[in-house]
């Protein structure tokens, strides 16, 4: 190829790029791709924590926190929803919290009560929703879970005082809780770590978004961190070791897809850029 | 006296007697520290402020370094955390009015004075109160009708039904979706600015690859005939050479401690920058306006 | 006629339209956009304002003083009301007062923060004792002294990158020293590293953001994408 054709594989138009990327994510939506995928270390000792608290210590209460919106719905929400199908398989009580004003919201009516009638699970019985609370109030909250669980939460969502559930009979403090699993695209994790952790216990099992995951691998070093799972590729995983297969495992062949994709655009990018630079370097001469 | 004080500042169910009297104390008691606060002179200012602040890190600081009653784990300021909670929560949301403020002047006065684009500011109004009125209906009774049936077109509405509309239909799929546009720009920029030039570049780009390659499917199979486990049932030491577990041992070796000293490196900016607001030692723009 | 009636479906029906409009900016600004852009913008902030009065300022404001007889809570509002200063000249001066007690509430923790988080992080680096000495071997393991000399291999490795990133992060003004310097530019090479696995994973997200809409639109409204 000459300069000109070069130059014109440089400056062609970025929808074309667009339409091809639209393509490449819809091809394997309706004809799913199945390769094998292993699910990583960070991902089965998620699964693998949540297994043993429902073997040693199925009376502990889980809470499931949330700083999500649906702003990044395509990872998250599938991650909470393979996370909350695994505790109702095993009968686990959990308690959803919320940093997140439209978090609770979604979380409740989109993700837990379709899968609570799935599993046959009950409101106050089984779970309990303890609501939203403002950044503003996060330190107080986070540090007054630690000692006093009723005293610092006080109401469910709905305004009920949260002693009259019977899944809350028993539960205090820190000691009474399995494990803390954390949802969440923001920095979240240093919170928790911070004011209500200590020496992993209970277990903290974190489930970001794929981009902010590099960031947190020290604290699965220190074993401050139980486990994690990496956005959707953790979600697809999760679905993976439960059996489930939903949106997880679907987008796993479209994220390949993609990869792909992306992996050529740079290449072809690169020889163009080099060879639009060696060939006009010629033509000076 | 601590007695009378709790006495003074017990709950009232039922307004009992001086109930009314005690809210408009307490807020003319309030107002009067403002006033006064307000009457200080100019350049006693900074100094106000930068107690205010002292004072609200002073409880943390304190409940922390405090020493604890070794049977409960507390000292005699933990047992308040909850009364920190509800105060920050409510004065923090006060704070709401902020942003529904500035977004209201700016689109009502585009509509009052029609200038280009006011239809968008109607939508924007028409939407901001449907929001508003049917969240709050749901939330107060959301069984009540909002639109009745026509029989043979469309069933009754209730608020319920209608704050689902808005709030599932309409605000977290526009969510989503102002979101993903990202995606798009991400495969532009990979085409076009994504340029290896540099041994920095290259080495960014190489775990780039080993992280995307070794997290699908895709990638995991053009290692796969690697087995992990050899004929006589033992581990394999080759199968470190998989795909997948490169990028296991690069995120766990290598990404691992980068991020640690990163995260060193954090900590000291944090405490640095915590102890300087909190002992309002910071400088810049914000903190040396003429008050 | 049943899938009509699905597609007509007012909630999947605003949705959709919703997502079509917002993902075709990136072809061409259009009025499609700019209309749903404000309808996104208007139920946000109505969201926002009622959310916040029907979960904090009833519970824990309203019907605390009102129901509960708290009286004590309405001192709060002239507190809340420190914040309207920014829009006079006279009392802008006031919000900084209420906005400086919030940065004292977060600066204050950061002690705790400190112990909590990170002390584990320094004393698992730098106690030789717990990274460069390897575990006794597991009976019965054919690959025993592999494992072993992998394991101390890998932590002065680990090691190592902890000290150059600290080393690049501490000595960033200018440097003479050459030792220092080296070790840095190692720093410098390794952050690089760190930062392609966060650029790996960004676009995971990013594309998974978009593959959700895409199986929204496919799936959940279209039912042309079975399963």
Do not use: C
Not at chain 2, 57 to 71: H, K, L, Q, V
Not at chain 2, 131 to 144: H, R
Not at chain 3, 70 to 89: D, E, K, S
């Amino acid at each position: 190829m000459n300069t000109n054709q070069w130059n014109r594989l440089q400056t062609i138009d970025r929808r074309v790029i667009y339409a091809i990327l639209l393509v490449v994510i819809l091809i394997p939506l309706f004809f799913p791709i199945t390769l094998p995928t292993f699910p990583s270390k960070q991902s089965r000792n998620f699964y693998d924590t949540i297994e043993k608290i429902a073997k040693d210590s199925p009376d502990k209460i889980v809470i499931v926190d949330g700083w999500w919106s649906p702003s990044t719905r395509g990872e998250n929400q599938w991650q909470a929803q393979a996370i909350i199908t695994h505790l109702m398989m095993r009968h686990l009580h959990f308690a959803i919290l919320s940093f997140d004003t439209q978090n609770n919201t979604v979380t409740q009516s989109q993700i837990v009560e379709p899968l609570a009638k799935k599993y046959g699970y009950v409101y106050g019985k089984d779970y309990v929703n303890w609501g939203f609370r403002p950044l503003a109030a996060f330190v107080p909250v986070a540090k007054g879970l630690v000692i006093d669980i009723p005293g610092t939460i006080k109401k469910d969502y709905k305004g009920t005082p949260i002693t009259q559930f019977p899944v809350m009979k028993g539960i205090k403090t820190r000691s009474d809780v399995g494990a803390l699993i954390e949802i969440t695209p923001s920095a979240s994790a240093e919170g928790w770590l911070g004011m209500f952790e200590k020496n992993n216990s209970p277990p903290f099992l974190f489930a970001p978004t794929a981009v902010m995951a590099p960031t947190y691998y020290p604290y699965l070093d220190t074993g401050q961190m139980a486990g994690m799972l990496t956005g959707i590729k953790g979600a697809g995983d999760y679905e993976g070791l439960l059996g489930t297969h939903s949106f997880g495992s679907r987008a796993a062949g479209a994220l390949s897809l993609v990869y792909a994709l992306i992996i050529a655009l740079i290449v072809l990018g690169n020889i163009g850029y080099y060879a639009t630079r060696a060939a006009s370097r010629k033509e000076d001469r | 006296m601590l007695h009378t004080l709790q006495h003074f500042f017990a709950p009232m169910p039922g307004h009992g007697a001086w109930y009314f009297e005690k809210l408009a104390l307490g807020l003319l008691f309030m107002f009067a520290i403002l006033g006064a606060l307000q009457l200080a002179p100019r350049r006693a200012r900074k100094g106000i402020i930068a107690f205010f602040t002292f004072l609200g890190g002073a409880y943390y600081a304190a409940e922390f370094f405090w020493p604890t009653n070794s049977a409960t784990n507390q000292n005699f300021l933990t047992p308040y955390q909850d009364t920190v909670a509800g105060l920050a929560s409510v004065v923090g949301s006060f704070a709401i009015g902020l942003g529904v403020i500035s977004l209201l002047q700016n689109h009502t006065r585009q509509l009052a004075r029609r200038r280009p684009g006011w239809g968008y500011s109607a939508i924007f109004l028409v939407f901001f109160l449907a929001m508003t009125v049917f969240g709050l209906m749901n939330a107060y009774s959301a069984k009540s009708t909002v639109i009745p049936a026509v029989p043979g077109f469309w069933a009754r509405q209730d608020a319920h039904g209608l704050f689902q509309f808005l709030f599932v239909g309409g605000l977290t799929n526009l969510g989503s979706a102002t979101f993903a546009m990202i995606a798009f720009y991400i495969a532009s920029a990979a085409y076009r600015a994504f340029r290896i030039r540099s041994l920095e570049a290259t080495l960014l780009m190489i775990a780039a690859l080993i992280i995307m390659f070794g997290s699908v499917s895709f990638g995991t199979w053009l290692t796969h005939g690697i087995h992990p486990v050899l004929a006589d049932g033992s581990e394999n030491p080759w199968a470190n050479l998989r795909i997948e577990n490169i990028a296991q041992w690069l995120m766990l070796q290598v990404n691992t401690p980068a991020q640690r000293g990163i995260l060193f490196g954090l900590t000291l900016g944090l405490l640095a920058t915590s102890l300087r607001y909190w002992l309002s030692l910071e400088r810049g723009a914000y903190f040396e306006k003429e008050l | 006629m049943e899938y009509i009636r699905h597609l007509f479906n007012p909630i999947l029906l605003f949705g959709a339209l919703g997502t079509m409009a917002i993902l075709s900016l990136v072809f061409k600004e259009n009025r499609f956009y700019r209309v749903f852009e404000h309808v996104f913008l208007g139920l946000a902030l109505g969201y926002d304002l009622e959310f916040t009065w029907t979960t904090i300022l009833r519970p824990l404001f309203w019907d605390a003083m009102v129901r509960d007889g708290q009286w004590a809570w309405v001192m709060t509002v002239p507190v809340g009301l420190m914040f309207y200063g920014i829009y006079t000249q006279r009392f802008t001066w006031m919000s900084r007062v209420v906005f400086g007690i919030f940065f004292g509430l977060n600066a204050g923790a950061v002690f705790q923060d400190f112990a909590g988080r990170v002390v584990p992080q320094v004393t698992k680096s730098f106690l030789p004792s717990k990274s460069l000495i390897p575990p006794p071997p597991i009976p019965g393991d054919p690959h025993a002294l592999l494992h072993q000399i992998s394991f101390v291999l890998n932590n002065f490795l680990f090691l190592g990158i902890v000290v150059s990133v600290l080393v690049y992060f501490l000595f960033a003004f200018e440097q003479k020293n050459k030792a220092v310097l080296r070790t840095a530019q190692i720093g410098r090479w390794v952050l690089m590293f760190a930062f392609g696995a966060i650029f790996g994973s960004t676009i995971m997200t990013r594309m998974a953001l978009l593959i959700d809409r895409m199986y929204f639109i496919f799936h959940d409204w279209l039912r042309l994408v079975k399963g």
